[in-house]
């Protein structure tokens, strides 16, 4: 935290600390994060009501006993009796205003105004951006302390110039800017769309795809079967995504910019995920679009590679191959965007109530994939609430119902023991190695084809397709 000492601090010589105060809020701080050794003020009869500077402006905060010093944020509308600041941590904090003695101006905020001038590089190949929203296409805003969104090929080159190192990005399209979470099929689909054309535009070798972090492996999983399931893709599709925003200086954004470049640009004809390999900053991996989920809140390299291996690594400088992928070719990209919403993701738990199925037969869900515990169970007959009973019901109904792991890792096999054949008999289609997640999209992606919903073995071989690498031959370590 910045805070200065008071001139009347300066002459005192004793070193005692001042005692924590109840004046503040603190969203968050450092844990040793010293507190200002200031001469308590005298009461003063009238408080600074005026507060001459502006958001963006430096400035420092008077309190009764210290004085803190950073940027004077916008107040939201729902908390106009709170000071913000934003202080050189990076951290916010708030103060009531009647709490606040003087706010003084240190100095006023001047908006940058750089040309920049995008410049094509002969010999660089071209690529386009998809920007969807999420951390990575945001920069700080000082005088409101959040962000403001980077839309445009300026903007990019200013914050992420590393991208431009490799490569010329000549398109950038905004379908629409939302956080991951608020996204759902339909989102999907527009971001397919917008990729098809740009997939057939010959000069362009490859397309970026920023997007927030939470359900990014959603969208990969269904541009996976979008894109290139039914025809396979000719050129690049990289997804790419930041945990920590630009203005910090733990950020994974330009790493994970530069790798995805070079991966757009290269002959990798796959969707693909790009990201951090670990914590470090020194290369990235691209990992399947269907083979892949985040496993970490706020880790750099929270994304990993499930029951799968990676297309690649990749440097700054240099991509080096890890694993077969489909080849760059000259054929047409076509999208297969056909696709059923009504289908649901079910968590097995201990205790659980199989009439909690009744919900998704009411609201004419036609499918179900539930994460099953270990190699594939849920409550049986012996259970006192046994679930084989209601599974066949709702599939004489005609939900179709699937099963993946719940463990993440490793292979489903309903035969090893007894409860898991008692459940295979119910007619759930196990789904061997597939992440829930994959299955999920899937699912909609199948029941949306009404030419393969005719029967349910035409529907269970679908599923069971390989379509877009999302069953492995071989689980990886």
């Known amino acids: 935290m910045n805070k200065k000492k008071s001139k009347s601090a300066k002459k005192k010589k004793s070193k005692k600390r001042t005692k924590k105060t109840n004046n503040s809020k603190v969203s968050k701080s450092p844990n040793n994060s010293k507190k200002s050794k200031t001469k308590p003020r005298k009461k003063s009869s009238k408080k600074s009501k005026d507060i001459t500077p502006k958001p963006g402006d430096r400035v420092e905060i008077h309190l009764a006993k210290i004085i803190y010093e950073g940027i004077l944020l916008e107040s939201p509308e729902s908390e106009q009796g709170i000071v913000l600041l934003k202080l050189d941590s990076g951290y916010n904090i708030g103060f009531k205003k009647k709490d606040v003695f003087d706010v003084k101006l240190l100095e006023q905020f001047k908006e940058e105004k750089q040309e920049l001038e995008l410049k094509k590089e002969k010999g660089k190949p071209n690529i386009a951006m998809i920007i969807t929203g999420?951390?990575?296409?945001?920069?700080?805003?000082?005088?409101?302390?959040?962000?403001?969104?980077?839309?445009?090929?300026?903007?990019?080159?200013?914050?992420?110039?590393?991208?431009?190192?490799?490569?010329?990005?000549?398109?950038?399209?905004v379908p629409f800017m939302k956080a991951s979470e608020d996204m759902d099929y339909k989102d999907w689909k527009k971001i397919a769309r917008v990729s098809e054309k740009l997939l057939n535009d010959s000069n362009i070798k490859g397309i970026i795809i920023t997007h927030g972090t939470d359900f990014l492996h959603y969208t990969s999983a269904a541009l996976s079967f979008f894109l290139n399931a039914t025809s396979k893709l000719n050129k690049p599709v990289v997804l790419t995504y930041s945990q920590r925003s630009i203005d910090r200086a733990s950020s994974d954004a330009n790493l994970n910019l530069r790798c995805a470049a070079l991966a757009a640009s290269s002959d990798i004809a796959e969707v693909m995920l790009v990201g951090h390999s670990s914590s470090n900053d020194d290369y990235c991996l691209a990992m399947p679009g269907t083979k892949v989920r985040k496993l970490h809140t706020s880790k750099r390299d929270a994304f990993k590679i499930v029951n799968g291996k990676a297309f690649a690594r990749i440097y700054p400088d240099k991509l080096i191959k890890e694993s077969e992928y489909n080849v760059k070719n000259t054929s047409k990209c076509k999208t297969d965007l056909k696709f059923d919403g009504r289908v649901a993701l079910v968590k097995i738990y201990p205790g659980q109530e199989p009439s909690i199925l009744d919900y998704y037969v009411k609201n004419k869900y036609k499918g179900l994939v539930l994460e099953m515990s270990g190699l594939g169970h849920a409550p049986t007959k012996r259970a006192r609430k046994g679930w084989t009973n209601k599974l066949k019901d709702i599939q004489k109904k005609g939900v179709i119902v699937c099963a993946a792991a719940q463990t993440v890792h490793g292979r489903l096999d309903p035969l090893v023991y007894s409860n898991g054949r008692e459940l295979l008999e119910t007619g759930i289609i196990y789904l061997e190695d597939m992440l829930a997640e994959t299955a999920l999209v899937k699912l909609g992606w199948v029941l949306g084809h009404e030419e393969w919903t005719n029967n349910k073995q035409d529907i269970k071989e679908k599923m069971l397709d390989n379509f877009s690498r999302e069953f492995s031959d071989r689980l990886e370590k």
Do not use: H, M, Q
Not at 136 to 164: H, M, Q
């Open 134 to 173: 999420g951390t990575i296409a945001a920069r700080l805003n000082p005088k409101k302390g959040g962000v403001d969104w980077l839309t445009s090929p300026e903007n990019l080159l200013k914050y992420y110039p590393g991208v431009f190192d490799k490569v010329n990005v000549v398109k950038v399209k």
